[in-house]
C-alpha cells in the first residue's frame, strides 16, 4: 500500500518536473507582447514583420502573445517583477510608457540611425534623452462629423467649426432640427472623458499652461483648468450629449451610434483604432465624414496655436532583462520600417510615425484632411498622456459622476488637486 | 491506530502541499510587502505603517468595503429565489419541467462570456431598454447610473449562479417524503402553508450548505463580471477591493499599497470565514 | 401531484408560474442572442444590432477557427482541464476520505484550515503567486496551470467530498479493515465506488471552474493561450467586430453545454447525498 502512495507522490513530482523542463523547449526565440495582434484588421502588420524579420535572422523564431488588453500593464506588471516574460513590448505613449521607464532598456545610440526618421518621440522620451519605445504610429484626436446630420440640421455639411461659437451653432442645430445628439462621449471606462477634456483643454489653454500641464505643475484648482470644466459642464447642462454615456465603448457603441446617423460629433483617434477615419468611414461612408480639429474656446483661431495634438501612439520597448538585446534592437527597427507601416496604414488605417511611408497614396477623404492637419498644424505632445495615473484615474471615475449630473465642476476640481498633491508628496 | 494516522497524513498530504505551495505562501509573502512602497521595479523601501495609514483615508478603498457590504447583504436573495424556484419545480408548477431545463444554461457560461453579452443588453440602447419602451417605461442606463450599476451587475451575478443554487435545492427536496406533504394537505394546510410550515423547514442543512458555498461565491467571484460590464464604474459605484487591488497592481504600479489593501480585505474576509465556520461546525458534528 | 386544490392556489401558482416563464426566458435569450449576433456580419450588427440575421453567414465561425488559432487553444483548455479535474478528484478524494473516515491529531485545524483557501480571491496574490510559479519553473507549462487549478479547486472539493465521505458508516471500513484490507484499498476499492455519484458531481464543476478560467491562465500560459484568455484577449484593445466575439463565445460554451446536457442527470446525484447528510 505505502509503494502506491509512493508511486502517486513520485507521479506527482514527475508532473513538476515535466512543467519545469517544458518551459526551455526552444532556443532562440523573440517574445513579443501587444494588446492588439489578434485583431483581425492589425494582424497582417505584425505577420509582416515577424516574416521579415525571421527572413533576415535565419534560426531566430518570432513569438508574438497578444496579451488582453484589459489586463495587459497588470500582466507586464508580474512579468517585469519576475524578470520574466517579453524581450519586446508594446507600449501605449505618455505617462503609460514612462511610467515603466526602468523596466525597459534606454535606447539611445543603437537606435540613432532611425531616429531622425521617426515622428511622435516626445511620447517616449526619458529625461536622461533616451527613449524608451520607439513609436510605431502617430495619434491624436479630432471631432468626426457625420455630413448625413449635418445636412439634416440645414447645415453645410462640408463646414468645419473653427471657434467655441462655431460649435454651439453646429449643437443648437442639431439639437433643435433633428433627432440626433450633437455629441456622443462613449464613456464607459471613463476615458473618453478624458480625451475630450483634453480636447477642451487644447483648444482654450496657451502654451504655458499646456507646458505648466505637461510638467505636472498645473494646479486642478487653477482658473485655466476650471474653464476647461466649465466648457464642459455648459455642454452637459445645453444638453448636447448623447444619453447613457457611461454604458457605452468609445471604440463601438459610440461608432454605431455615430454611423446610425444617431450623433453629430463623436471625439475619434487619428490612427489604427476602430473610432479612427478608417473604420468610421467604412461604417458611414467614405465622404460622408467630416474632420474637425478641437475648437479655440475663448479665443480666436489666430490667437489659437494652429494645432493638432499629435504624438506616438504605441510604441516597441526592450525589457531590461532580455537575453536577445541586439535581435530585439533589430526587431524593433523591422516594425518601424517604412515598409511594416506602410502595411499597417494599408490595412488598419494607422498612420505611421516613420516619415518615410507615402501616405498619399491613401485616397480617403477624412484621412486627406487628417494628414493636412498632421502636414500643417501639429504639436508633438498631447495633453491627453500626461495626466498623473492617479488622477487619471480619479478623473476617469468623477467624470462619469459629473455627466450624470451626481457631482459638481467645484467637487471634482478639489478632488482632483488633492490627488495630485498626495502624488507629489509620495514621489518626494 | 498508529498506522491510521501515517496513512491519514499521506492522504492528506497532496492537497495540503498544493494548499501551503500555492495559496497560502502567496498570502504570508506578500503581505510582508504591505509595509513598503515597493513599485515593482525600483527595490523596495520600509515605510512601516504608512500605506494602512492611507488606507484608512482612502475614500476608494471606503467605497469598496461599501459595495462589498451591500453584495454581501444580497445573500438572502441568492439562496431564497433559488430555494422558492426548486420548491415550486418540485411541486410540479405548470411549466416545471421546462424551467429545470432552462434554469441550467447559465451555470456554464463563464463571467467573460455573461458579462460580454450583457453589457450589450443592458447598454443604454441595448435591448432591456428597448423592451422597457414597448412596455411604456422611461428607459434606465442602467450600468452608467450609479444608483443602478451595482443592482445590475449584482442582478447579473445573481443570475450567473441561481441555476446552480436551483439544482441543489431541486437534489435536497427529492429527500423530502411525499407522504409528509399528503397528509399536511389531508390536515388542511393550505399550500403556502405546506410549502413555508413543512417543505422549507425540512431544507434547513441544504440551506446552510447552499449559504456557505454562495458566499464564497459572493466574495470570490465578481471581479469578473464587474471588470467586463462596469469597470467599477460610474464613479466607485461597482468598485470592489479586488479590483482596486488589481489596479494598483497594474495600471498604478503601487504594489505594496495593494499588499495592504490585501491584508485589510483577508482580515475582512476572515471575519465573515468565522462565522462560516461555525455553521459548517455545526454540520460537521 | 395534486397541487392547488383551492381556486385562489391555481391563480397564484399561475402566477409564479408566469414569472417563471420570464426568468427562463431571460436565461435562454442571451444564448438565442449571442448565436444570431455570430451569424451577422459586421457591418449588420451595427445596422441591426437586435433583429434577426438576415442573411445568415459562418464566415465569423471560420475567421475564430482558422485566423484566430482557436482551435489550437482549444486543445489547450481541454489538456489543463483534464489534468486539472484529475488532480482535483485525486487530492480530494484522498484528503476528504482520511479527514472524514480517520481519527487524527490536528484532524478539525488541517480541515478549517484547508477550506479557508475557499475565501481568498486570486487578484489578492497575484504577484507571489507568480513569483512561485516562475521559481518552480511553471511558467509557460500547460502541466503547472494544471497543478495551479489542482491547488485552487482542491478546497471546494474537499469540502464535498469530506462532508460526502462522514455519511458513511464508518463501521463499514472497520469490517473491511478486520478483513485483512489495507487503507489503500478501502479507499480504492469501497470509498472511491461508493463516492461516484459525488466525484462526477465535483469533476463536472471542476470542468466549469478549469474551462472558464481566465485568470490563472493569463498568470501562467504567457506563451499560449487557452479559449478563454484567446476570447478574452480577441476583446482587443478596442474590441471592434463583437459577431466575432459571439462566434469565438459560441465555440468556447459549446463543449460545456453538452457536458452539462450529458450529465444533468448525474450533477443532481451527487449534490444530494453530500449535502443532506453533511
Redesign the interface.
Given at each position: 500500500m505505502f509503494k502506491r502512495i509512493a508511486l502517486l507522490s513520485t507521479i506527482t513530482s514527475l508532473a513538476l518536473a515535466a512543467g519545469a523542463s517544458l518551459a526551455f523547449a526552444a532556443d532562440k526565440t523573440l517574445v513579443v507582447w501587444d494588446f492588439k495582434s489578434t485583431d483581425p484588421l492589425v494582424k497582417p502588420y505584425f505577420d509582416f514583420v515577424k516574416e521579415t524579420f525571421e527572413k533576415a535572422h535565419p534560426g531566430v523564431v518570432i513569438k508574438q502573445i497578444a496579451q488582453p488588453a484589459d489586463s495587459y500593464y497588470t500582466v507586464l506588471g508580474t512579468a517585469i517583477n519576475a524578470k520574466q516574460g517579453p524581450d519586446v513590448a508594446l507600449l501605449h505613449g505618455g505617462n503609460q510608457a514612462l511610467d515603466r521607464a526602468d523596466a525597459f532598456v534606454p535606447l539611445k545610440d543603437e537606435v540613432a540611425d532611425v531616429v531622425p526618421k521617426l515622428a511622435g518621440l516626445p511620447a517616449f522620451l526619458r529625461s536622461d534623452g533616451a527613449y524608451v519605445a520607439l513609436p510605431l504610429t502617430v495619434q491624436g484626436a479630432v471631432y468626426y462629423m457625420n455630413k448625413e446630420v449635418l445636412r439634416e440640421a440645414g447645415l453645410d455639411a462640408d463646414m468645419v467649426p473653427q471657434t467655441w461659437e462655431d460649435f454651439t451653432a453646429v449643437c443648437e442645430a442639431i439639437k433643435s432640427k433633428t433627432k440626433a445628439s450633437c455629441l456622443t462621449i462613449g464613456n464607459k471606462d471613463g476615458v473618453d472623458f478624458i480625451n475630450v477634456i483634453a480636447a477642451i483643454a487644447e483648444g482654450t489653454w496657451s502654451k504655458e499652461t499646456r507646458a505648466k500641464f505637461i510638467a505636472h505643475d498645473l494646479s486642478w484648482t487653477s482658473d485655466d483648468m476650471r474653464a476647461v470644466f466649465q466648457t464642459m459642464q455648459t455642454m452637459i447642462d445645453k444638453g448636447w450629449l448623447e444619453k447613457g454615456a457611461n454604458s457605452y465603448s468609445p471604440y463601438t457603441d459610440a461608432v454605431n451610434i455615430f454611423a446610425g446617423a444617431r450623433t453629430g460629433l463623436i471625439l475619434g483617434l487619428i490612427s489604427d483604432a476602430p473610432n479612427s477615419w478608417k473604420n468610421v468611414e467604412d461604417l458611414a461612408g467614405s465622404g460622408e465624414v467630416g474632420v474637425a480639429m478641437p475648437v479655440a474656446i475663448g479665443q480666436t483661431p489666430e490667437q489659437k496655436p494652429n494645432r493638432l495634438e499629435v504624438d506616438g501612439g504605441i510604441g516597441f520597448g526592450i525589457t531590461s532583462w532580455s537575453q536577445n538585446k541586439d535581435l530585439a534592437v533589430d526587431y524593433i527597427k523591422t516594425a518601424v520600417s517604412p515598409e511594416a507601416a506602410a502595411v499597417l496604414m494599408e490595412t488598419a488605417g494607422g498612420l505611421p510615425s516613420n516619415e518615410a511611408v507615402d501616405v498619399s497614396t491613401i485616397d480617403s477623404p477624412a484621412a486627406k484632411e487628417i494628414i493636412r492637419l498632421l502636414n500643417c498644424c501639429t504639436d508633438d505632445k498631447r495633453i491627453k498622456s500626461y495626466y498623473g495615473v492617479a488622477e487619471r484615474r480619479e478623473l476617469q471615475r468623477l467624470g462619469q459622476l459629473l455627466l450624470t449630473g451626481d457631482t459638481t465642476v467645484d467637487q471634482v476640481l478639489q478632488s482632483l488637486e488633492s490627488v495630485r498633491q498626495a502624488e507629489i508628496a509620495r514621489a518626494k | 491506530m498508529r498506522n491510521e494516522r501515517v496513512v491519514a497524513y499521506l492522504f492528506v498530504l497532496p492537497a495540503l502541499g498544493l494548499f501551503l505551495v500555492f495559496r497560502f505562501f502567496p498570502l504570508v509573502a506578500g503581505s510582508v510587502y504591505a509595509f513598503t512602497d515597493w513599485n515593482g521595479i525600483a527595490d523596495a523601501r520600509w515605510i512601516g505603517l504608512a500605506n494602512f495609514r492611507e488606507l484608512i483615508f482612502d475614500p476608494v478603498f471606503r467605497d469598496t468595503m461599501r459595495n462589498t457590504a451591500w453584495v454581501i447583504l444580497s445573500l438572502p436573495i441568492w439562496v431564497g429565489l433559488p430555494l422558492l424556484l426548486a420548491v415550486f419545480i418540485h411541486l410540479g408548477v405548470p411549466g416545471a419541467p421546462f424551467f429545470r431545463a432552462a434554469y441550467f444554461f447559465p451555470i456554464v457560461l463563464s463571467s467573460i462570456i455573461i458579462g460580454t453579452m450583457f453589457s450589450i443588453i443592458m447598454r443604454f440602447d441595448g435591448s432591456l431598454n428597448q423592451l422597457f419602451i414597448l412596455l411604456g417605461l422611461e428607459p434606465v442606463d442602467w450600468l452608467g447610473d450609479q444608483r443602478f450599476a451595482l443592482i445590475s451587475v449584482v442582478s447579473v451575478a445573481i443570475w450567473a449562479h441561481f441555476g446552480m443554487n436551483v439544482l441543489i435545492f431541486l437534489s435536497g427536496l427529492s429527500a423530502v417524503p411525499p407522504e409528509i406533504i399528503d397528509a399536511a394537505r389531508v390536515d388542511g394546510a393550505n399550500l403556502w402553508q405546506v410549502i413555508f410550515r413543512i417543505i422549507i423547514p425540512m431544507l434547513r442543512p441544504i440551506v446552510e450548505f447552499v449559504a456557505v458555498i454562495t458566499m464564497i461565491t459572493v466574495v470570490t467571484s465578481m471581479f469578473g463580471l464587474i471588470y467586463i460590464m462596469t469597470g467599477g464604474g460610474p464613479g466607485t459605484a461597482t468598485y470592489m477591493p479586488e479590483f482596486l487591488i488589481w489596479l494598483m497592481q497594474g495600471e498604478s504600479n503601487r504594489l505594496g499599497y495593494a499588499a495592504a489593501m490585501s491584508i485589510v480585505l483577508f482580515a475582512f474576509v476572515g471575519c465573515i470565514g468565522v462565522v462560516q465556520i461555525r455553521m459548517m461546525r455545526r454540520e460537521w458534528e | 401531484?395534486?397541487?392547488?386544490?383551492?381556486r385562489s392556489?391555481r391563480i397564484?401558482?399561475?402566477l409564479?408560474?408566469a414569472f417563471?416563464?420570464i426568468?427562463?426566458a431571460?436565461?435562454?435569450y442571451?444564448?438565442f442572442?449571442?448565436i444570431s449576433t455570430a451569424l451577422k456580419s459586421t457591418?449588420e450588427f451595427?445596422?441591426h444590432?437586435?433583429s434577426i440575421p438576415t442573411a445568415p453567414t459562418f464566415e465569423k465561425f471560420v475567421?475564430a477557427w482558422t485566423?484566430?488559432k482557436l482551435d489550437a487553444y482549444f486543445m489547450n483548455s481541454a489538456i489543463v482541464t483534464v489534468?486539472g479535474v484529475t488532480l482535483v478528484l485525486?487530492?480530494?478524494s484522498?484528503?476528504g476520505?482520511?479527514?472524514a473516515q480517520?481519527?487524527?491529531?490536528f484532524?478539525?485545524a488541517?480541515?478549517?484550515?484547508?477550506?479557508?483557501?475557499?475565501?481568498?480571491?486570486?487578484?489578492?496574490?497575484?504577484?507571489?503567486?507568480?513569483?512561485?510559479i516562475?521559481e518552480?519553473?511553471?511558467?509557460?507549462?500547460?502541466?503547472?496551470l494544471?497543478?495551479?487549478y489542482?491547488?485552487?479547486f482542491?478546497?471546494?472539493g474537499?469540502?464535498l467530498t469530506s462532508?460526502y465521505f462522514?455519511s458513511i458508516p464508518r463501521e463499514l471500513s472497520e469490517a473491511a479493515k478486520v478483513d485483512g484490507a489495507?487503507?489503500?484499498?478501502i479507499?480504492r476499492l469501497i470509498m472511491l465506488p461508493l463516492a461516484r455519484p459525488v466525484l462526477i458531481t465535483l469533476g463536472i464543476l471542476t470542468t466549469?471552474s478549469c474551462?472558464?478560467?481566465?485568470l490563472l491562465s493569463?498568470?501562467v500560459l504567457?506563451?499560449d493561450r487557452t479559449l478563454?484568455?484567446?476570447?478574452?484577449?480577441?476583446?482587443?484593445?478596442?474590441?471592434?467586430?463583437?459577431p466575432?466575439?459571439a462566434a469565438c463565445?459560441v465555440i468556447?460554451?459549446a463543449p460545456?453545454?453538452a457536458?452539462?446536457l450529458i450529465f444533468?442527470k448525474k450533477?443532481?446525484?451527487g449534490?444530494?447525498v453530500g449535502?443532506?447528510k453533511?
Amino acid at each position: 500500500m505505502f509503494k502506491r502512495i509512493a508511486l502517486l507522490s513520485t507521479i506527482t513530482s514527475l508532473a513538476l518536473a515535466a512543467g519545469a523542463s517544458l518551459a526551455f523547449a526552444a532556443d532562440k526565440t523573440l517574445v513579443v507582447w501587444d494588446f492588439k495582434s489578434t485583431d483581425p484588421l492589425v494582424k497582417p502588420y505584425f505577420d509582416f514583420v515577424k516574416e521579415t524579420f525571421e527572413k533576415a535572422h535565419p534560426g531566430v523564431v518570432i513569438k508574438q502573445i497578444a496579451q488582453p488588453a484589459d489586463s495587459y500593464y497588470t500582466v507586464l506588471g508580474t512579468a517585469i517583477n519576475a524578470k520574466q516574460g517579453p524581450d519586446v513590448a508594446l507600449l501605449h505613449g505618455g505617462n503609460q510608457a514612462l511610467d515603466r521607464a526602468d523596466a525597459f532598456v534606454p535606447l539611445k545610440d543603437e537606435v540613432a540611425d532611425v531616429v531622425p526618421k521617426l515622428a511622435g518621440l516626445p511620447a517616449f522620451l526619458r529625461s536622461d534623452g533616451a527613449y524608451v519605445a520607439l513609436p510605431l504610429t502617430v495619434q491624436g484626436a479630432v471631432y468626426y462629423m457625420n455630413k448625413e446630420v449635418l445636412r439634416e440640421a440645414g447645415l453645410d455639411a462640408d463646414m468645419v467649426p473653427q471657434t467655441w461659437e462655431d460649435f454651439t451653432a453646429v449643437c443648437e442645430a442639431i439639437k433643435s432640427k433633428t433627432k440626433a445628439s450633437c455629441l456622443t462621449i462613449g464613456n464607459k471606462d471613463g476615458v473618453d472623458f478624458i480625451n475630450v477634456i483634453a480636447a477642451i483643454a487644447e483648444g482654450t489653454w496657451s502654451k504655458e499652461t499646456r507646458a505648466k500641464f505637461i510638467a505636472h505643475d498645473l494646479s486642478w484648482t487653477s482658473d485655466d483648468m476650471r474653464a476647461v470644466f466649465q466648457t464642459m459642464q455648459t455642454m452637459i447642462d445645453k444638453g448636447w450629449l448623447e444619453k447613457g454615456a457611461n454604458s457605452y465603448s468609445p471604440y463601438t457603441d459610440a461608432v454605431n451610434i455615430f454611423a446610425g446617423a444617431r450623433t453629430g460629433l463623436i471625439l475619434g483617434l487619428i490612427s489604427d483604432a476602430p473610432n479612427s477615419w478608417k473604420n468610421v468611414e467604412d461604417l458611414a461612408g467614405s465622404g460622408e465624414v467630416g474632420v474637425a480639429m478641437p475648437v479655440a474656446i475663448g479665443q480666436t483661431p489666430e490667437q489659437k496655436p494652429n494645432r493638432l495634438e499629435v504624438d506616438g501612439g504605441i510604441g516597441f520597448g526592450i525589457t531590461s532583462w532580455s537575453q536577445n538585446k541586439d535581435l530585439a534592437v533589430d526587431y524593433i527597427k523591422t516594425a518601424v520600417s517604412p515598409e511594416a507601416a506602410a502595411v499597417l496604414m494599408e490595412t488598419a488605417g494607422g498612420l505611421p510615425s516613420n516619415e518615410a511611408v507615402d501616405v498619399s497614396t491613401i485616397d480617403s477623404p477624412a484621412a486627406k484632411e487628417i494628414i493636412r492637419l498632421l502636414n500643417c498644424c501639429t504639436d508633438d505632445k498631447r495633453i491627453k498622456s500626461y495626466y498623473g495615473v492617479a488622477e487619471r484615474r480619479e478623473l476617469q471615475r468623477l467624470g462619469q459622476l459629473l455627466l450624470t449630473g451626481d457631482t459638481t465642476v467645484d467637487q471634482v476640481l478639489q478632488s482632483l488637486e488633492s490627488v495630485r498633491q498626495a502624488e507629489i508628496a509620495r514621489a518626494k | 491506530m498508529r498506522n491510521e494516522r501515517v496513512v491519514a497524513y499521506l492522504f492528506v498530504l497532496p492537497a495540503l502541499g498544493l494548499f501551503l505551495v500555492f495559496r497560502f505562501f502567496p498570502l504570508v509573502a506578500g503581505s510582508v510587502y504591505a509595509f513598503t512602497d515597493w513599485n515593482g521595479i525600483a527595490d523596495a523601501r520600509w515605510i512601516g505603517l504608512a500605506n494602512f495609514r492611507e488606507l484608512i483615508f482612502d475614500p476608494v478603498f471606503r467605497d469598496t468595503m461599501r459595495n462589498t457590504a451591500w453584495v454581501i447583504l444580497s445573500l438572502p436573495i441568492w439562496v431564497g429565489l433559488p430555494l422558492l424556484l426548486a420548491v415550486f419545480i418540485h411541486l410540479g408548477v405548470p411549466g416545471a419541467p421546462f424551467f429545470r431545463a432552462a434554469y441550467f444554461f447559465p451555470i456554464v457560461l463563464s463571467s467573460i462570456i455573461i458579462g460580454t453579452m450583457f453589457s450589450i443588453i443592458m447598454r443604454f440602447d441595448g435591448s432591456l431598454n428597448q423592451l422597457f419602451i414597448l412596455l411604456g417605461l422611461e428607459p434606465v442606463d442602467w450600468l452608467g447610473d450609479q444608483r443602478f450599476a451595482l443592482i445590475s451587475v449584482v442582478s447579473v451575478a445573481i443570475w450567473a449562479h441561481f441555476g446552480m443554487n436551483v439544482l441543489i435545492f431541486l437534489s435536497g427536496l427529492s429527500a423530502v417524503p411525499p407522504e409528509i406533504i399528503d397528509a399536511a394537505r389531508v390536515d388542511g394546510a393550505n399550500l403556502w402553508q405546506v410549502i413555508f410550515r413543512i417543505i422549507i423547514p425540512m431544507l434547513r442543512p441544504i440551506v446552510e450548505f447552499v449559504a456557505v458555498i454562495t458566499m464564497i461565491t459572493v466574495v470570490t467571484s465578481m471581479f469578473g463580471l464587474i471588470y467586463i460590464m462596469t469597470g467599477g464604474g460610474p464613479g466607485t459605484a461597482t468598485y470592489m477591493p479586488e479590483f482596486l487591488i488589481w489596479l494598483m497592481q497594474g495600471e498604478s504600479n503601487r504594489l505594496g499599497y495593494a499588499a495592504a489593501m490585501s491584508i485589510v480585505l483577508f482580515a475582512f474576509v476572515g471575519c465573515i470565514g468565522v462565522v462560516q465556520i461555525r455553521m459548517m461546525r455545526r454540520e460537521w458534528e | 401531484m395534486r397541487l392547488a386544490q383551492k381556486r385562489s392556489e391555481r391563480i397564484g401558482l399561475w402566477l409564479v408560474s408566469a414569472f417563471m416563464l420570464i426568468l427562463a426566458a431571460s436565461t435562454i435569450y442571451p444564448i438565442f442572442f449571442t448565436i444570431s449576433t455570430a451569424l451577422k456580419s459586421t457591418r449588420e450588427f451595427i445596422r441591426h444590432g437586435f433583429s434577426i440575421p438576415t442573411a445568415p453567414t459562418f464566415e465569423k465561425f471560420v475567421t475564430a477557427w482558422t485566423t484566430i488559432k482557436l482551435d489550437a487553444y482549444f486543445m489547450n483548455s481541454a489538456i489543463v482541464t483534464v489534468i486539472g479535474v484529475t488532480l482535483v478528484l485525486l487530492v480530494s478524494s484522498l484528503a476528504g476520505y482520511a479527514l472524514a473516515q480517520m481519527r487524527f491529531r490536528f484532524r478539525k485545524a488541517i480541515y478549517f484550515f484547508l477550506l479557508s483557501g475557499l475565501m481568498i480571491p486570486v487578484q489578492v496574490v497575484m504577484v507571489p503567486l507568480f513569483r512561485i510559479i516562475v521559481e518552480l519553473g511553471m511558467l509557460n507549462s500547460r502541466v503547472g496551470l494544471g497543478i495551479l487549478y489542482g491547488a485552487f479547486f482542491s478546497p471546494f472539493g474537499i469540502y464535498l467530498t469530506s462532508s460526502y465521505f462522514a455519511s458513511i458508516p464508518r463501521e463499514l471500513s472497520e469490517a473491511a479493515k478486520v478483513d485483512g484490507a489495507s487503507y489503500w484499498q478501502i479507499y480504492r476499492l469501497i470509498m472511491l465506488p461508493l463516492a461516484r455519484p459525488v466525484l462526477i458531481t465535483l469533476g463536472i464543476l471542476t470542468t466549469l471552474s478549469c474551462w472558464n478560467d481566465v485568470l490563472l491562465s493569463l498568470l501562467v500560459l504567457q506563451d499560449d493561450r487557452t479559449l478563454m484568455v484567446g476570447i478574452a484577449s480577441l476583446r482587443g484593445e478596442y474590441g471592434a467586430d463583437i459577431p466575432l466575439v459571439a462566434a469565438c463565445v459560441v465555440i468556447g460554451a459549446a463543449p460545456v453545454i453538452a457536458i452539462f446536457l450529458i450529465f444533468q442527470k448525474k450533477i443532481l446525484g451527487g449534490i444530494m447525498v453530500g449535502s443532506v447528510k453533511g
